[in-house]
T-cell receptor
């Protein structure tokens, strides 16, 4: 089966610019997650979708980050305006359901804010 | 609330030696536990998971982990290290019921010395 697709792989922007990341989960996976992984740290959940509804966005900095999952399939994560501390790898993951399964991760988007 | 603590941010072993990566968890409800591996510039890949069945869990690439409730531990082991095992390993925990919110540890980088 095809994996979780993410684009772009790399992005370099200046602070205060905006950026968007795209994720296409595994077909049939209802649950989609965006994680932020800062260098030297473990992934931190930003937002979790169940189909096209938000289940958890408690750690999403809503003043600058937004995410949507229209039609319950692919998703976009946007940062506007970006700050230096947003430099990280943004990982998208999907899973079949809510319990017991591990995630399937995409390869991530490495964002560098200069 | 749930968390995991990975002891040792860097571990070095000789090729052919035992691999032991330590993980202790904290969870207010019965947990599900996971180990993921991350190779450079790639996303995370599920190695194995504990979901309240057998306490000794076997995963891919010869890895296994044992759930010890009395010690709140879920250490990852492999009898004989291979050069290809060099990567970063993440322990993770989620509640056993409801929507998954998986919390990751800070990771352990495994170096395999020839």
């Amino acid at each position: 089966e095809a994996g979780v697709a993410q684009s772009p792989r790399y992005k370099i922007i200046e602070k205060r610019q905006s950026v968007a990341f795209w994720c296409n989960p595994i077909s049939g996976h209802a649950t989609l997650y965006w994680y932020q992984q800062i260098l030297g740290q473990g992934p931190k959940l930003l937002i979790q979708f169940q189909n096209n509804g938000v289940v958890d966005d408690s750690q999403l900095p809503k003043d600058r980050f937004s995410a949507e999952r229209l039609k319950g399939v692919d998703s976009t994560l946007k940062i506007q305006p970006a700050k230096l501390e947003d430099s990280a790898v943004y990982l998208c993951a999907s899973s079949l359901g809510a319990q017991g399964g591990g995630y399937t991760f995409g390869s991530g988007t490495r964002l560098t804010v200069v | 609330a749930q968390s995991v603590t990975q002891l040792g941010s860097h571990v070095s072993v000789s090729e052919g030696a035992l691999v032991l990566l330590r993980c202790n968890y904290s969870s207010s409800v019965p947990p599900y536990l996971f180990w993921y591996v991350q190779y450079p510039n790639q996303g995370l890949q599920l190695l194995l998971k504990y979901t309240s069945a057998a306490t000794l869990v076997k995963g891919i690439n010869g890895f296994e982990a044992e759930f010890k409730k009395s010690e709140t531990s879920f250490h990852l082991t492999k009898p004989s290290a291979h050069m290809s095992d060099a990567a970063e390993y993440f322990c993770a925990v989620s509640p056993s019921g409801g929507y998954q919110k998986v919390t990751f540890g800070t990771g352990t980088k495994l170096q395999v010395i020839p």
